[in-house]
């Protein structure tokens, strides 16, 4: 059994490596490079925690890893061309250092390279396992374009929200665990709660982050809150604000939504704490988590076994940053 | 054996279909309204040639055909938006009609629906055939990029011309005729026959691409000639020009490329045919259909199975639109 800190490092040693060819460099310096940027490398170590809930991790489990980090790479290169975002990991995107029609090829060449390392597993369970993972392919490409389109969309409701952001991250965690514990042979039924364990953690985490956004410590946050305001990004906390407010509040609160003033963010927190926005996503994050480790304890393992994904979800629960 | 308009419809009886759920909508609908605009269906009808060039077609080469369909597809979303084009198939693009983020996602999904096609495929050859295909899809997206690159660049040698023209649009013709043959349980010796075959009937194609882009006759290409003139596209013929032209017509050439004159097309096509530009066309063309015809000669089947393959060779080849 390993620590989820240890599976990073191990799948790191595998992972920080050349992907590609050298030439074309104008193709693949550019792939290198977001590769080597960092990145927590979450997902693919779900992969080998949902193997080693099971078994031993089998080699198959590490051409997983890589294929896992390799799509949510490519995902990621698209993504920052979509939402024009500049910075990824502290670092210039691929579109910003390069251009955007580099980061199409980048992503492509990205997505292409994840199947390789799939083609790798020799697995009985392969075809399964490309099952899942097309599945998920797909539902993260949905995720993408309801973000966009919600984007548009004047009011979006809690129920579209949580299925955005379901297809948008939680499926690709949740993945990643099934597919991980499909190679370590498990059951349907134990594969089944993996998933739905790693479905609502990813839940759980987008409330978090969608709280520390708005009521995060700086210090600790690592960046100003309130960037979520500013842009008036539909998140958990402004859609269940805009439900619960009275009339005086709701309209207060759609006037700070059409202008740019400078006490926008703090006008919106004060509302938001007098509607208890904030002791509702701390109740809204508990709920996820319940129901997530209440699948973690229907897996019919062992609790010794359970404990590093249990450490996972407190390391990414627990986060301030 | 079924010639290359029979297997068309019988690929198109399978493939006009809708390859996406409804919802959501704004992904999916520019997906169907993309693979619905037609196309000649050159690179699918390959696969099934392939396979019937060495026995019965296979219900796995259907799968294949889908899948390279939709990997061409794909290809074409992402390039269109690379190369600002606002038409397709006398169509509206997807970035065009919608928007650049819709394409991008409609590439994306439409390259992970490849690949669940491919998934079908029962045949004991499928990891050769997912080797090629990756391969070959690395290649594609190489090729686009030199092909961007190229255009940024003063000077271009032939031999990178073909190297990027190969890597752009011969290998997925090679590869779709490849992995029939796979499925037909071809021999390796004439699988590598047929690439070849496959490989130089898309550089004869290219040449005559360019030759007729210059040289055609407006009634009968279906439009005005000279656009990669006016656009100062590298083409075969602009860069052998600049090759063999003396040097007054060299700076004469170099000058036209540096204005935007009405009569841009008429002096440089003056040019061309002053350095004999037709006749190497011609020649060039003659020259990659030979090599292409050597190697089809060397396949090891009865000269009848062959016939398909010439028919569709005489058909790319003679075609003046």
């Known amino acids: ?107 492509d060449v990205m997505l ?83 998933y739905e364990f790693g479905k609502n953690i990813g839940i759980a985490f987008q409330v978090q982050d969608d709280y520390l956004d708005a009521f995060g410590d700086a210090a600790l946050f690592g960046k100003e809150p309130g960037g979520d305001i500013k842009q008036n990004k539909k998140t958990f906390l402004l859609i269940h604000a805009l439900e619960v407010a009275n009339p005086t509040q709701k309209l207060a609160l759609e006037n700070l939504l059409n202008v740019d003033a400078e006490d926008k963010v703090e006008k919106v927190l004060a509302i938001f704490k007098e509607c208890e926005i904030d002791t509702w996503a701390e109740n809204n994050k508990a709920k996820y988590l319940k129901k997530a480790f209440e699948h973690l304890e229907a897996i019919a393992v062992t609790s010794e076994r359970k404990k590093p994904l249990i450490e996972l979800a407190n390391y990414l629960m627990n986060r301030n940053q």
């Open 112 to 194: 292409v390279r994840a199947y390789e390392h799939l083609q790798k597993i020799k697995s009985s369970h392969l075809s399964k396992i490309l099952e899942l993972f097309n599945t998920t392919a797909k539902e993260v490409c949905e995720g993408q374009q309801l973000d966009m389109d919600y984007s548009k969309m004047d009011k979006v409701t809690m129920d579209e929200y949580i299925h955005m952001i379901t297809l948008k991250t939680s499926v690709l965690l949740a993945a990643s665990l099934e597919m991980g514990a499909i190679i370590g042979g498990a059951s349907t039924s134990n594969c089944k709660h993996l």
């Open 1 to 107: 059994m390993h620590s989820f800190q240890e599976l990073v490092l191990s799948f790191n040693k595998g992972f920080d490596t050349n992907h590609f060819p050298v030439s074309p460099a104008s193709l693949y310096e550019p792939s290198e490079y977001f590769l080597n940027i960092g990145g927590k490398r979450i997902r693919p170590v779900l992969c080998l925690l949902g193997n080693e809930l099971f078994n031993d991790i089998h080699e198959d489990a590490y051409h997983l890893a890589h294929a896992v980090e390799l799509f949510h790479n490519f995902s990621l290169v698209h993504d920052d061309i979509m939402d024009d975002a500049s910075l990824r990991r502290g670092k210039a995107t691929v579109h910003t250092k390069y251009d955007s029609n580099t980061a199409i090829l980048v992503g």
